[in-house]
């Protein structure tokens, strides 16, 4: 028998049992394959590890291959996830941080991915998808605490703004006339009493009053449509007269223009028949005769030829 071929057989066979179960182990023809994503973090990831599980909907698709500050802003934190083939990522779907039970262990949860989102692709200039990230339930919560205590700081410096020593004394103060004003409203409490009586009486009779003055203000507002009726036809009225008026200057301009100039002349004769009756009636004052005689003739003047002797 030769030994070496045995030996030979006896290698040959443990290095393919060697490479079986190493094959068996990774999961042979049945191992599962993935694709690399990335996602940014803009808080903490403490208690994240390698290999930390990644689900979507609480289903396990993957787990984290690298954890990494980003090179150009340290404040933001790079995981690449690897996620198996098939895997529905979306263009909107979100990735969140969150604590698995008490025990502080982080993990990577996808959510979102509605039915009609195209699939996630790689970018211009990126190497990989990246997947959008949301805040964590422990940085949203810490966000809101933050702010409340810097609100209950706010309000504890107002507090003891209000509470100053110049604020006590004011409101010392202030207690110490409101004690006496209301002394002072127990001692004219009989007072009080009786201007309130006075002046519920008061408003009674001016209601008394008020209803009183319904009829009063009835009669003005027929007065009133009165007066505006009346006002009615005195426009009417004097729409008339004008039309009246226009009717009359027509007529004294006619008259002005037609029988004026016959007057005139008729007071132009009037003028010189008394300026002869005038004359006459001087002239019978003068020689009452001349009346029955007539009027002699004037003897001629120093010079003037005369008028010979008339012949019998």
């Known amino acids: 028998m030769n030994f070496s071929v045995v030996g030979a057989f006896v290698l040959v066979l443990g290095a393919v049992l060697i490479a079986g179960v190493l094959w068996l182990a990774s999961g042979g023809a049945w191992q599962q394959k993935y694709d690399l994503y990335l996602a940014i973090e803009d808080e903490s990831v403490a208690g994240l590890n390698l290999n930390a599980p990644v689900k979507y909907n609480g289903v396990d698709v993957g787990k984290v291959r690298e954890i990494a500050l980003d090179p150009g802003n340290p404040e933001r934190v790079n995981l690449l996830f690897a996620i198996e083939q098939g895997t529905p990522i979306k263009e909107d779907t979100v990735a969140v941080l969150k604590i698995q039970g ?25 190497k990989y998808p990246v997947i959008r990230t949301k805040p964590s339930l422990s940085a ?17 410096s107002n507090i003891n703004a209000i509470l100053s020593d110049e604020n006590r004394a004011a409101f010392k103060s202030a207690l110490a006339d409101i004690a006496i004003l209301a002394r002072t409203i127990a001692a004219r409490k009989d007072t009080i009493d009786a201007g309130i009586t006075h002046a519920a009486s008061t408003l009674k009779n001016s209601a008394q009053a008020t209803a009183q003055m319904g009829p009063v203000i009835d009669r003005i507002g027929r007065s009133a449509d009165a007066v505006e009726k009346m006002g009615n036809e005195v426009a009417r009225t004097s729409t008339s007269a004008g039309k009246t008026v226009d009717t009359v200057g027509a007529d004294v301009k006619r008259f002005s223009t037609e029988t004026l100039p016959e007057l005139e002349r008729l ?23 001349g009346l029955l005689f007539g009027r002699k003739p004037v003897a001629p003047g120093p010079g003037e030829p005369g008028v010979g002797p008339q012949k019998p």
């Open 102 to 126: 008490l025990t502080g262990i982080a993990y990577v949860e996808l959510n979102g991915g509605t039915q009609g989102s195209p699939p996630l692709r790689a970018t211009a200039g990126n």
């Open 267 to 289: 007071l132009g004769e009037l003028s010189v028949l008394s300026t002869s009756l005038r004359r006459l009636s001087e002239q019978t004052e003068r020689d009452p005769r």
């Open 140 to 156: 949203r919560l810490e966000n809101v605490l933050t702010s409340v205590l810097a609100k209950l700081d706010s309000t504890s």
